[in-house]
């Protein structure tokens, strides 16, 4: 499996503040069948650009290796949507097309379709992070529509179909999965406790939904294309 979204580099955000926790982020992945991990950092809040960030992950890589922790790195950000085009344009998911785009929390703001369009003019793909979270699409998740019929992905945070953001985000993920409005399922995971990585629960969820093959494109197929390698 893939997971594009977690915050796993130590000591840059409000995801592992430490490497001993990154460290163990990181096996807790492996071990549930993640192959590939992109490193996503809020961006602009850490305070690092794009090569500080593929520094940092390239250095964590290595220790990873050092550590004889099956996991390959790659660079990326949780971009916040404040950023505009040419701010999310420079924060893609390794080398490929894909943009985590991240909303307010409290709305879907009246400018999101425009972004989408612009984005994709960039032959960028935006994928909208945990719309399930989102408090107005929670209330309305017909909001998400015109932004899939535009051509942007939306990304489902694992632990939300299982319920552990609680059942709201839990009925409203489940809801835009039946829908088809789903392309990715990954673990935003945050540390080894609260919100830790791992998609193979999420997975099973899907899968009984959907059907294996469907929930496979979820976390391998399109995070593959987000990637630029398929």
Not at 61 to 88: F, H, I, K
Not at 102 to 114: I, R, S, V, Y
Not at 192 to 201: E, H, K, N, V
Request: with cysteine.
């Amino acid at each position: 499996m893939i997971d594009l979204h977690c915050h796993i580099l130590p000591g840059v955000d409000d995801g592992a503040d430490s490497l001993e926790v990154a460290l163990e982020m990181a096996r807790l992945a492996a071990k549930d069948g993640v192959r590939t991990l992109v490193a996503t950092p809020h961006v602009p809040d850490c305070g690092l650009n794009r090569e500080q960030i593929a520094a940092r992950t390239a250095e964590f890589q290595q220790e990873l290796v050092r550590r004889n922790v099956n996991l390959t790195l790659l660079p990326g950000a949780d971009a916040a949507s404040s950023l505009g085009v040419e701010g999310l344009a420079s924060c893609r998911l390794g080398t490929g097309p894909g943009v985590l785009v991240e909303f307010p929390h409290t709305h879907l703001p009246a400018e999101a379709g425009e972004l989408v369009f612009e984005l994709i003019c960039r032959d960028l793909q935006p994928i909208v992070t945990h719309p399930e979270r989102n408090a107005g699409i929670a209330r309305n998740p017909e909001l998400v529509e015109p932004l899939v019929d535009a051509g942007a992905w939306m990304q489902l945070t694992a632990g939300s179909l299982t319920g552990a953001f609680g059942p709201e985000a839990r009925s409203c993920a489940r809801y835009l999965l039946r829908k088809g409005w789903v392309h990715v399922l990954a673990s935003d995971a945050h540390g080894i406790d609260w919100r830790p990585p791992g998609l193979s629960a999420a997975f099973k969820v899907a899968a009984r939904i959907l059907g294996r093959a469907a929930a496979l494109k979820l976390v391998y197929d399109n995070p593959l294309r987000a990637l630029g390698l398929a």
